[in-house]
């Protein structure tokens, strides 16, 4: 990648970032917090990438890493978006089943989360009782970030701000625009 010189290469790199996002592509979330990584995430993602790399899918699906979601007792399980079907307590051997159902845009019922063994299987992860309980609001994002993929970032409005103020200087409406968002300073 070049270095940007100028305002508007930043703009243009930021919205051409912003619109590259396929989602038409099925993508698998996982969690790497520690109580993912302490419950064998690590060895569900290094079978995810192999199978990726194995089968040459680069293209047709894709692979976030995430920090922790919240319910570490299911780990380690993946997120298949968009339709955030959840599959806990996963093991190795059932990965490639996962993706492949995403592949077709499929669900595997026998893996899906459910509250107990007398319970259907909830299709989605926001219809899991745990998560309708919370409201995220400083990890609210963590799920849709990788960390070490600034893109990520990008698409979810990362650098976004920077931007408005290389646009605009002018000290006045800089403080007005963080008036009129909320924002408050420290101190």
């Known amino acids: 990648m070049h270095r940007l010189s100028s305002i508007e290469e930043f703009l243009s790199f930021h919205q051409q970032v912003v619109s590259e996002k396929r989602p038409d592509v099925p993508c698998l979330v996982i969690c790497a917090g520690t109580g993912g990584q302490a419950a064998g995430s690590n060895d569900i993602m290094r079978v995810v990438k192999r199978y990726i790399l194995e089968h040459d899918l680069h293209d047709k699906i894709s692979l976030r890493i995430t920090g922790c979601q919240g319910f570490c007792e299911l780990d380690p399980f993946i997120i298949v978006e968009p339709e955030k079907n959840l ?3 996963l093991k190795m051997e059932v990965v490639p089943r996962i993706i492949e159902a995403a592949l077709k845009g499929e669900v595997i019922e026998d893996l ?7 319970y259907k299987c909830q299709h989605c992860k926001d219809d899991i009782a745990f998560f309708q309980k919370q409201k995220r609001l400083i990890l609210d ?6 960390p070490i993929r600034i893109f990520d ?3 979810r409005g990362g650098y976004r701000a920077i931007g408005k ?3 605009n200087p002018d000290p006045e409406w800089i403080i ?3 008036k ?3 924002l ?3 101190g």
Not at 141 to 146: A, C, P, R, S, V
């Open 87 to 89: 599959y806990p307590r």
């Open 112 to 118: 899906l989360y459910r509250e107990s063994e007398y």
């Open 141 to 146: 994002k963590n799920e849709l970030i990788d």
């Open 153 to 155: 970032y990008i698409r």
């Open 165 to 167: 103020i290389l646009e």
């Open 176 to 178: 007005e625009e963080v």
């Open 180 to 182: 009129r968002s909320g």
């Open 184 to 186: 408050r300073g420290r």
